[in-house]
Nanobody, 115 residues
Framework: QVQLVESGGGLVQPGGSLRLSCAAS????????MDWYRQVLGKQRELVAR???????TYAASVRGRFTISRDNAKNTVSLQMNSLKPEDTAVYYC?????????WGQGTQVTVSS
């Protein structure tokens, strides 16, 4: 049974930092591309950051230079370090594992950036 479990969300002030983690089980984690998406109520889910099985990373322009995605294949986890957070980063953040036509989602974790 495939399971992705996100953690680390919460309330943070503008300029602050949070670290999200996603623990995967039921998949051969190392061969999957791992993504972090976010979604604001009423808007489309958007890709925030991606890390390939080989470790290549890509970022949305809105977070480049502030967010860092990383993976630990030994622990089957992917993380998203978020620095210099802005109110517009407020969203539900989702972990996604994808391999070709196979795509698995976590349940999401809320990040709220507010003073």
């Amino acid at each position: 049974q495939v399971q992705l479990v996100e953690s680390g969300g919460g309330l943070v002030q503008p300029g602050g930092s949070l670290r999200l983690s996603c623990a995967a089980s039921g998949i051969t984690f190392s061969i999957y591309t791992m993504d972090w998406y976010r979604q604001v109520l009423g808007k489309q889910r958007e890709l925030v950051a991606r890390i390939s099985s080989g470790g290549t990373t890509t970022y949305a322009a809105s977070v480049r230079g502030r967010f860092t995605i990383s993976r630990d294949n030994a622990k089957n986890t992917v993380s998203l370090q978020m620095n210099s957070l802005k109110p517009e980063d407020t969203a539900v953040y989702y972990c996604n594992a994808n391999l070709g036509s196979v795509s698995r989602w976590g349940q999401g974790t809320q990040v709220t950036v507010s003073s």
